[in-house]
């Protein structure tokens, strides 16, 4: 069945470092990919999407870009802040099961002044 | 204006008690979802409703009864609370068309004693 893995957190860096999560899946068709943010306490958040090959999703200075070569979707962030210390989930969409949503495991970054 | 609600953000009862978790969107969206977030903090789909019906039962055991009376509201009632149930439940809700991003509630910690 379909199945996404992330890099396993903690993940503890300075502000202003670059930061990489590692998102790799495994679908039968042509799924969606998602990233999701969870701050403190707090549901869900979408950050960003891209829901075909090459498409390259951005939001906040986050970025993602669809790689089917490789089955992959790294997020991306040149420069990280204090304020974006959260649980970060990769997700996929086949598009045909109702909406339902695979995650990850989730990566808990933790950003230190 | 809160777009997805769920109540109560906190539930602590003991084992064998049957309780209720409500959720409630006022985005207009047709399709409902539960997950559950374990300790671990990963997220698994449980239920998928569209205009009140049913799409999505994933391998859940029968003490958990969602329940639409209508397309905003997406309410999730479970028998005979057992240790294992403990975690944080999401309400979620999106449009109905493919890829449409998830929109999550705040989630209820649910802790069985």
């Known amino acids: 069945g379909d199945s996404v893995t992330q890099m396993e957190g903690p993940v503890t860096l300075s502000e202003e470092a670059f930061l990489t999560i590692n998102c790799t899946y495994t679908a039968t068709g042509y799924p969606s990919l998602f990233w999701y943010v969870q701050y403190p306490g707090e549901g869900l958040q979408l950050l960003l999407k891209?829901?075909?090959?090459?498409d390259k999703g951005s939001n906040k200075g986050f970025e993602a870009t669809y790689r089917k070569e490789t089955t992959s979707f790294h997020l991306e962030k040149g420069s990280v802040q204090v304020s974006d210390s959260a649980v970060y989930f990769c997700a996929l969409s086949e598009g045909n099961q109702g909406g339902k949503l695979i995650f990850g495991q989730g990566t808990e970054l933790s950003v230190k002044p | 204006d809160t777009a997805v609600s769920q109540t109560p953000k906190y539930l602590v009862t003991q084992m064998g008690n049957d309780k209720s978790i409500k959720c409630e969107q006022n985005l207009g969206h047709d399709t409902m979802y539960w997950y559950k977030q374990d300790s671990k903090k990963f997220l698994k789909i449980m239920f998928s409703y569209n205009n009140k019906e049913l799409i999505i039962n994933e391998t859940v055991p029968n003490r958990f009864s969602p329940k639409s009376p209508d397309k905003a509201h997406l309410n999730l009632h479970i028998n005979s609370l057992e240790l294992g149930d403990s975690a944080v439940y999401f309400c979620?809700?999106?449009?109905?068309?493919?890829?449409?991003?998830?929109?999550f509630g705040n989630g209820t910690r649910l802790t069985v004693t």
């Open positions: 979620a809700s999106s449009q109905t068309r493919r890829h449409a991003p998830l929109h």
């Open positions: 891209a829901t075909k090959a090459d």
